[in-house]
C-alpha cells in the first residue's frame, strides 16, 4: 500500500463559518456543497468556474445529501426535509424527535446502499444522552437504530452493514455492524482520542477503507487504518475542524469545513483561518457518497 502523501491545506472560500459542516460533493454539478449550522445557510463552490452560491434556509441545518438535479434532503432541526434548492419548492417535510424540542439533527450520510442516516443532538450541548442514530430508508421508512449518545457525528461507511459513528464528547469513534433488520449486531470502540488531539467531529473514508477524522479543537485531520492505526496527519491553520469529503478531479482532493464556535479573540489571533474552507490535494481516492435514493412509489408521491 503506498504511503499516503498531501499538500498543505489551501483556503479555497474565505468565509468565516460559525460552525461549518456538511460537506459534501455532487459530481453532476461539479461543486462541493457545505453548510454553516447557526447561520442556516448551504454554501456550494464549482471548482470548474469558482462560482459560489449560497442558500439560506429557516431552520439550522446539519447536513445535506443529493437526490438528483438541484433536490436535495436537508438534516434541520426537528425535520428531515426533501427540498428544491433552486426552487426553494419544499416536496416532503418528516418530523423527528417533536417531543424533544431542545434537540436538532447534526451530521447524517448516505450508505452505499444509497439510505440516510442521521444522528440527533442537544442543540445546547448539555451533558445529556439524548442523541439517537436513525436510517431514512427509500421508502421513507424511519428506523432508530441507536441511542444514548451526547453529540452525533459521522457516520463513515465501510459497506452497507459496517460503519463508523462518534460521540464527540466521549472523544469516541465506534465501529458498527448491523443485520439486515437495521439491528446493531456489534459496536466497538475503534479509537478514543486523548485531550490533546481535540474531538472527533466528521469523517470519510478512502478507497482502501482508512478513515479520515477531523478534529474539532484539534486543527488537524487524521488517517486511521483498518486496525485503527494512525497512519497519516494534516494540520491545519484552524482550531476547530468540522467534516471532510473526497471530491474534484478523479476523486482525490479532500474538502475540509471549519468553525469559529467557541473560539475567543486569543484562537482567532493564533488561528486565523478558523472558520474558512479548505481544499486539500491527496495521492488517494475517497470514496464517493451515493445519492439518496428513492424507491419509484415514494418518488411518484414526491416529485
Partial sequence: MNKIKTTEPKPIWKIRCTLGEGTLWVKEHNSIYFVDIKKKKICSLNIK???????????EVGFIAHVRDHIFILGLQGEIRIQNLKSKK??????IEAKLKLN???????????????GTMDNLERKIEKGSLYKLDKNLKLTRVDKNYRITNG?????????????????????IKINKNNKIVSKKIFKKLTLEEGVP?????????NLWVAHFRGACV???????KLIHRIKFPAKNITNCAFGGKNNQELYVSTATKGMDKADLR??????????????????????????????????
Fill in 49 to 59: 468556474n469558482k462560482k459560489k452560491k449560497i442558500f439560506k434556509v429557516n431552520k
Fill in 104 to 118: 436538532r439533527i447534526n451530521d447524517g450520510k448516505t450508505d452505499p446502499a444509497g439510505n440516510l442516516w442521521f
Fill in 90 to 95: 419544499v416536496l416532503k417535510s418528516i418530523p
Fill in 222 to 228: 487524521s488517517v486511521f487504518n483498518s486496525r485503527a
Fill in 201 to 209: 467531529d466528521g469523517m470519510t473514508v478512502d478507497k482502501n477503507k
Fill in 270 to 303: 493564533k488561528f486565523r483561518y478558523s472558520g474558512f474552507f479548505f481544499g486539500v490535494k491527496t495521492n488517494t481516492k475517497g470514496v464517493l457518497q451515493k445519492k439518496f435514493i428513492l424507491s419509484n412509489e415514494a418518488e411518484r408521491s414526491l416529485l
Fill in 155 to 175: 457516520p463513515a461507511f465501510i459497506d452497507q452493514y459496517n460503519f463508523y459513528h462518534t460521540d464527540s464528547p466521549k472523544k469516541t469513534i465506534y465501529k
